[in-house]
């Protein structure tokens, strides 16, 4: 469920949150975990059910098997799974609101979990930026990745985007602080996670 709220060791690190921060942080959230889980559980099983009913009615309507009635439900599970990610959202951000963490670095936090930037290095998910954005340094990471596994040179283009977002100041802050805090607040996180 941290994770899920955008409160894995990296993320706090990179939003500049201490190891002492991060040990208060979670015992925050534990004194109200019931009340989160329930909310969060509760959420996710909504957001999966509406999500594969309008799955379901989506490829029945596209394969063109479907009726007038299966087009008209497939508007109706739109609605219902735009509410369910809504729902979703609130339950993983009253995470982030149980820890307290003030709000310089819950804006952080909120940048750090934007969606866009699944399964990129936590300091790049730092900057906001349009969608092309976020294609191009996933594009630009995944060539140096290929380039350098192959002993190639990386490509320029690549090389500019990369460079471009390095020199960032939310990602280069978020860079300093994710080297500087990471082994701390990770050792605090699996401290405080694991206190019976």
């Known amino acids: 469920m941290l994770h899920a709220a955008g409160l894995a060791p990296d993320t706090l690190a990179a939003a500049g949150v201490t190891a002492s921060q991060t040990t208060a942080a979670l015992q925050r959230i534990r004194d109200q975990l019931p009340q989160l889980a329930s909310q969060f559980d509760a959420a996710q099983n909504a957001y999966s059910a509406a999500s594969i009913e309008h799955d379901r009615l989506e490829r029945l309507v596209r394969s063109g098997k479907g009726a007038e009635q299966d087009a008209a439900a497939l508007a109706t599970a739109r609605t219902q799974l735009r509410a369910a990610a809504t729902q979703r959202d609130a339950a993983t951000l009253a995470f982030v609101q149980a820890a307290d963490l003030g709000p310089e670095v819950t804006a952080r936090l909120a940048a ?24 191009a340094i996933r594009h630009a990471l ?48 699996i401290q405080a996670v694991n206190q019976q």
């Open 112 to 135: 750090l979990s934007d969606r866009r930037g699944v399964d990129l290095p936590s300091h790049y998910r730092a900057a906001t930026r349009p969608d092309a954005d976020w294609l």
């Open 142 to 189: 995944a060539s140096t990745d290929i380039h350098a596994r192959l002993g190639e040179d990386v490509p320029q283009p690549a090389r500019a985007v990369i460079l471009a977002n390095d020199s960032n100041p939310a990602v280069a802050t978020a860079y300093a602080s994710l080297q500087s805090n990471r082994a701390a607040v990770e050792a605090a996180w």
